[in-house]
């Protein structure tokens, strides 16, 4: 058995299956929906489809992340049984959750000074999160130590590479990443913007793409344009969506046509309620091992 633990936030958007059966610890984020506080649990306290019709509905969302008190009350009975941590955040470049686990590690070193807390900041989001997580699960059962798989997590966090895109531009008006004039004219036009993660962890905008079709196969493309090995990649891919199954499931049938070497079939999941209170209904994301990013 480790003698540590791996431990990231819910935002990493798995299941809570696929974290207890890959021995993955994790805390939750909160959010609020009309006025009420929950926790972002992988759907275990709201589904999915319930949240995302509320949102569709017209309800108001809020998120809040983990505080460094929060943390210290996590950690804490990890490092009373004697184990080391290894903890990963959400992207910096989104949210301040990795500064209040730095804040909780700083304050318990002092007081376990014979344990080692790890801290890495994913520079990630949604299920690239977690495929980044779910690697690291690997090379730990593979026998590698906590401060090798530290060293080798900040070395390769960016070369997991997050593409999105939304078929629904509401909610990025609502949230002010776009103006309301450029979510009108976009709407119309059935634009489809096309994102992704920079190397400091945030949502650009690349690309305007009129037309759902003309979107699920840019993305596609991206992916052969930036995969370990091009069209004979043979990594793990995951796919999160936002109460759009249909998308999620025309890409990854593009994906798998399109890379016959892929580690297994394309594994879909929910863009949990955390990231889902900003992007709303109609958001994929294709994550995959390929060029670390550089810009």
Known sequence: MSTYVLSCCSTADLTDQHFQQRNINYICFHYM????????????????????????????????????????NYFTPFLQAGKDILHVSLSSGISGVSNSACIARDELMSKYPDRKIFIVDSMGASSGYGMLMDKMADLRDEGMD???????????????????FSTDLTFYVKGGRISKASGWFGTMLKICPLLNMDD???????????????????????????????????????????ACIEDAKAVASLVEARFPKLNGKVEIYSVGTTIGSHTGPGTVALFFWGDKRTR
């Open 33 to 72: 929906l009309n006025g009420k506080q929950y926790s972002d649990d992988l759907g275990k306290s709201m589904s999915f489809d319930a949240f995302y019709k509320a949102m569709a509905d017209g309800a108001d969302t809020r998120t809040s992340q983990v505080n460094a008190d929060e943390f210290v």
């Open 146 to 164: 906590i401060e090798a798989l530290h060293q080798w997590t900040e070395a390769h966090k960016l070369n997991l590479n997050h593409w999105f």
């Open 200 to 242: 400091l962890g945030r949502l650009i905008p690349r690309f305007k793409i009129r037309g759902k079709n003309k979107v699920i196969h840019a993305i596609a493309d991206k992916m052969e344009e930036f995969a370990d090995d091009k069209l004979d990649y043979s990594g793990k891919c995951y796919i999160s969506h936002s």
